[in-house]
Each structure stands twice: as C-alpha cells, then as structure tokens.
C-alpha cells in the first residue's frame, strides 16, 4: 500500500510542484494550506507523513506541529525559510523527523520523505522484541516501541526512540554523530551531525540520565555510546 503525503504550505505553486513530484514516485497527496485545515485533514485522512510548513496563516506551523505530535507519532518533515541553527534545534525539540530549508530541490524533498517512511518501521536491531540494561534500569521493546526508564515508562519521538535503540543494538561500540544520523535519518547529511547532540540531550532529559552512571556516554571528538550492558537473563 503507497502512503499518503499531507503537503501543508500557503503557496500553492509550491503544494503543485510538491504533488506532481510526489505522485510521480507514487505516493497519495493531500493539500492543506492553513493550520487548521491542515489540523483537520490530519484527524480526518490519518496521512502517513506530513510536509509542513512553519510560516503558516491561521495557526503557526509549530502550534500545528505541536498539537499533530500530541495525538500521535506521524512522521513530519518541516519546511521553512529560516536556516539558522536555533531554527533548526527549535524544530527538532518540536518533534520534526526531518527539517529542509527554502529554497530546496524537490527532489531532495521527495528522498528525505522516502528517508522518513523508511526508518518509520525502526532500526533493524541484531534481535527484536524487548531487553534490558543495566541490570533493568533500561528496557527497550522494539516490537512495541517503548521504553521503560528505572521501573517507569518514557514517551520518545520517533527519533529519539530509533537513536536509542541504535545506540542499544551495540552497548558499548563508539558511534560517530555521521553514523547516528544515518541510522536515524535514512541518510547522512553534514548539515545534520550536531543536531544529534539535541537528539541526546533530549534523551537524557527524559530518561534521567546523570553523571556518573550515565546510560548514554559523550565520547569527545567522536560522538556516543550506550554506557550499560545487555542484561543476560532480561529478554523477555
């Protein structure tokens, strides 16, 4: 079954352009060009990934992008004209899966739409199902994608959750911030290295983690790695 593209942006040239490029790859395309007609077609048509744009009339894209991860996990590719890197850090900490900036190539929106459904499905990791680490501090269900922090349950993004079961498929193994953003991007894109390092910190945040006895370790000039191990006897 082909997925289903929400495109959302005020420019209808540019939703045209986005639509013939998309259904030239053979996706469904639905149009909105506001925030609340976005908001609507959303809850209405359960689209598969949206394209959304920040400077939007009726409702700002962040509040869309906000109020979308509230009623669930849908994949959101945003777009905008600001390519600072608080811009960027901002959209990520809103719970986009990828960020492209004005003016871009179809084409390349198109390969990170593709990118985004793809690692959709997860990480593929050495053994599926649930494990634990550090002696039960960390439990991973990658079936269920969910994740259990000292005894009680933490609400990842898409992102987070697939950075941390990379990072857990090898406790241990040193990961460059280019490898991690390939594992969790779907390609590696220079422009996309430190935003890794939102990604972790966001992590830590929600998992608790603190020196000295840190689940996700910096290592300096490389980038990190899971700090506990695989428990033996905790697979199940």
């Known amino acids: 079954m082909m997925a289903t593209v929400l495109v959302v942006d005020d420019e209808a040239k540019l939703r ?24 609507d077609l959303a809850t209405a048509s359960h689209p598969d990934l949206v394209v959304l744009d920040l400077g939007l009339p009726g409702l700002p894209g962040e ?7 509230k009623a669930g996990e849908v994949p959101i590719v945003m777009l905008t004209a600001r390519a600072t890197e608080n811009d960027r850090v901002m959209g990520l ?30 990480p593929r990791t050495e053994r599926e199902g649930a494990a634990s680490y550090g002696n039960g501090r ?9 994740v259990h922090a000292s005894g009680r349950q933490v609400e990842l993004t ?11 498929s090898r406790p241990g193994r040193a990961w460059t911030r280019m490898e991690l953003v390939g594992r969790v ?14 990604h972790v910190k966001n992590l830590r945040r929600k998992l608790g983690d603190t020196p000295p006895s840190a689940v996700i370790v910096t290592l300096p000039g490389v980038g990190y790695k899971l700090g506990v191990d695989r428990d033996v006897d905790r697979d199940t």
């Open 63 to 69: 509040e869309v992008a906000r109020l979308l991860r």
């Open 158 to 168: 898409r992102t987070e959750f697939d950075l941390l079961a990379t990072l857990a």
């Open 16 to 39: 045209c352009l986005l639509r013939e490029y998309l259904e030239r790859d053979g996706y469904t395309v639905l149009e909105a060009s506001d925030g609340p007609g976005a908001l």
């Open 93 to 122: 900490r809103l719970g986009a899966d990828d960020y492209v900036v004005k003016p871009f190539s179809p084409r390349e929106l198109v390969a990170r739409v593709e990118a985004v459904l793809r690692r959709a499905r997860g």
């Open 185 to 198: 991007q779907g390609h590696t894109f220079e422009a996309y290295e430190r935003t890794i390092d939102v």
């Open 138 to 146: 960390l439990r991973i269900d990658t079936e269920r994608r969910e």
